[in-house]
């Protein structure tokens, strides 16, 4: 009797779980509390494998050896806790996949940053001519790919969620860009179960992996001594020497050789952070990162120094959308919390006419006052419910307006622009008032301006 494996969610995650499961002979049921996009119907369909939509039924997945569960469904939902209480073994698509791959992984978690770090790491591996493929949080499924090809490497962008149900996935190198308070409705409100959450990338590593991270940022550094990392360690910080690793100073950015073992602190590379594709400190922390990883791969500086300066941004991540009448218009609908959109008004050096606002998460506006008063002239909601946006800012700035879509936000912000502003949607919020995701919103957006 083949094991029973069930899948449940079936989005692109789940979908390539399914081709993977059947591929290894296991008996496959997928089952979808909501609708399934026709494309992964067809797919399902055309590969024979049961599935059910729009609802779970506890017969058809209750009798499961295994559940594949999708990182959007949470603990407490009523069909997790019924598999929980007969000692079902539940896990993510990260954990199963890396079952049946022999390649080496790179690792990116982070609450900020790790889609941008995942990018780059992947550009500059590509670039100097590995086999990999790239997956996690973002493009195409990793067990799909597992399934249909044969990559030498992997670079992986990890949520907290998807990192929640690994046990034995064990990454070659962990980046763990930063953390901050985030998805907490998911960790009981517990900040320190998130942050736990995050550390998991690091718990199966040996002494032969590779551990990097941020020593600027308190809470990693905090919880370094209270995880057990068996990797070696390898920090990244700015304006601040250090022996090992990378780091930024006047400027200039200088990676050292960590694969040197009898000499660490010799400069492997060196460069002025302006040479950067990508602005402001907080792509120079994703490019630290990135690069300290492709040095310990063994890539050339001149390889590691040609891809930081020709990377292309991801979409909706301080993505130019246009200038138009001298005023630039940049899209950051990623941005769903407030620690990404300090990121976002930091690196901006024009006056700022902001648009921001969605469905709050809980978000405390205090740390980016000293930004908005530096830097913003305008602010344009985009939501709903702007209440709390008001509180926080409505003394700070000139001007505070309410919108309730992506157009009316752009042609108000239009109409406040002046020659040598940007116009940022930056939003602090999720999106699900009025959009679908933040690719929604970031889409509309550039749809909006492209209309001006």
Known sequence: MNKRIVILGAGESGTGCAILALQKGYDVFVSDKGEIKPAYVEELEKIGVAFEQNQHTEDLILNADEIIKSPGIPDKADIIVAAKAKNISIISEIEFASRYTNAKHVGITGTNGKTTTTMLCYHILQKAGFNVGLGGNIGKSYARQVAENDFEYYVLELSSFQLDNTYTFRPNIAILCNITPDHLDRYNYEFQNYIDSKFRIAMNQTKDDY?????????????????????????????????????????????????????????????????????????????????????????????????????????????????????????????????????????????????????????????????????????????LDNTKIHAAFGKHVDLMLNTSSAEEAVKVAKRFAAKGDVVLLSPACASFDLFANYEDRGWQYKAAVKNL
């Open 211 to 383: 551990f990097i991270y941020c020593a600027d940022d308190q809470i990693t550094v905090k919880n370094l001594s209270t995880h057990k990392i068996d990797a070696q360690q390898l920090p990244f910080a700015y304006d601040k020497k250090l022996e090992k690793g990378a780091y930024v100073l006047d400027k200039e950015f200088h990676l050292l050789d960590n694969n040197n073992s009898t000499n660490n602190n010799t400069h492997y590379l060196t460069m002025f952070i302006n040479d950067f594709a990508l602005k402001g400190i907080h792509n120079s922390y994703n490019g630290m990162a990135a690069a300290i990883a492709a040095n310990v791969l063994n890539i050339s500086k001149e390889n590691i120094r040609e891809s930081l300066t020709d990377f292309q941004n991801v979409e909706h991540r301080l993505e130019y959308v246009a200038t138009i009448g001298g005023v630039e218009y940049i899209n950051d609908s990623k941005a769903t919390n407030v620690n990404s959109t300090w990121y976002a008004l930091e690196s901006m050096d024009k006056p700022i006419v902001w648009i921001v606002g969605g469905v709050d998460k809980g978000n405390d506006y205090e740390s980016l006052l000293p930004m908005v008063k530096e830097k913003v002239k305008v602010i344009v909601c985009l939501g």
